[in-house]
Nanobody
Framework: QVQLVESGGGLVQAGGSLRVSCAAS????????IGWFRQAPGKERETVAA????????YYADSVKGRFTISRDNAKNTVYLQMNSLKFEDTAVYYC????????????????WGQGTQVTVSS
């Protein structure tokens, strides 16, 4: 079992930056690739970014490429999503999830999910 807790969400003006974190506990963190997802009201959940177990591989959705950066600190069992140049349309609940094995755009199967953290970008 892996427990995931997101933090760092909040309210930010358009053009600003925010870093959200995903802290893991339980089973060996390095066994899992991690993905960040978001879901806005009335919209489907979408994959934002993902990172492999060692951090060697990453994936970004086209909508965030060049603005968001995913990273992980395996010593701290934490994955980060640095979000820069935020836009109103980035407003959503952001979730992290753990899974394996790594495929081209993240883990093939996600086994564990966090509860989410709200990110609101004001225009």
């Amino acid at each position: 079992q892996v427990q995931l807790v997101e933090s760092g969400g909040g309210l930010v003006q358009a053009g600003g930056s925010l870093r959200v974190s995903c802290a893991a506990s339980g089973r060996t963190f390095t066994n899992y690739a991690i993905g960040w997802f978001r879901q806005a009201p009335g919209k489907e959940r979408e994959t934002v970014a993902a990172i492999s177990r060692t951090g060697s591989f990453t994936y970004y959705a086209d909508s965030v490429k060049g603005r968001f950066t995913i990273s992980r600190d395996n010593a701290k069992n934490t994955v980060y999503l640095q979000m820069n140049s935020l836009k109103f349309e980035d407003t959503a609940v952001y979730y992290c999830a753990a899974g394996s094995p790594w495929a081209n755009s993240g883990p093939r199967i996600y086994d564990y999910w966090g509860q989410g953290t709200q990110v609101t970008v004001s225009s």
